[in-house]
């Protein structure tokens, strides 16, 4: 599997992104799919994930009402749609995958299977 993150950049507070992910060599259909982040000096943790068939997501407190993520199988492709972002969302954006075909969305990043490179995210207050 192959998965390929994009859509980072710069942007003010108050402002939007969309993150993407491609997802590369094996049926993206039968894989969960999540959306993690790291800042300077902090540990990697959960912002959002969704279940193979789009039906069942799952959101940090944190992003919450902010946040939504979604999916396109025939694409092979996750989003992350990003709004009303805050400086405190600055960090890396890594796209991860984890097969099963469960309706539960886990949010621990050692249940999932492979990683993506990684995007900046930055916001400016």
């Known amino acids: 599997v192959q998965l390929q993150a994009s859509g980072g950049g710069l942007v003010q507070a108050g402002g939007s992104l969309r993150l993407s992910c491609a997802f590369s060599g094996q049926t993206f259909s039968t894989y969960h799919m999540g959306w993690f982040r790291q800042a300077p000096g902090k540990e990697r943790e959960f912002v959002a994930g969704i279940n193979w068939s789009g039906g069942s997501t799952s959101y940090a407190d944190s992003v919450k009402g902010r946040f939504t993520i979604s999916r396109d199988n025939p694409k092979n492709t996750v989003y992350l749609q990003m709004d009303s972002l805050k400086p405190e969302d600055t960090a890396v954006y890594y796209c991860?995958?984890?097969?099963?075909?469960?309706?539960?969305?886990?949010?621990?990043?050692?249940?999932?299977?492979?990683w993506g490179q990684g995007t900046q995210v930055t916001v400016s207050s």
């Open positions: 991860a995958a984890r097969g099963s075909l469960l309706m539960t969305v886990v949010k621990a990043s050692s249940r999932y299977d492979y």
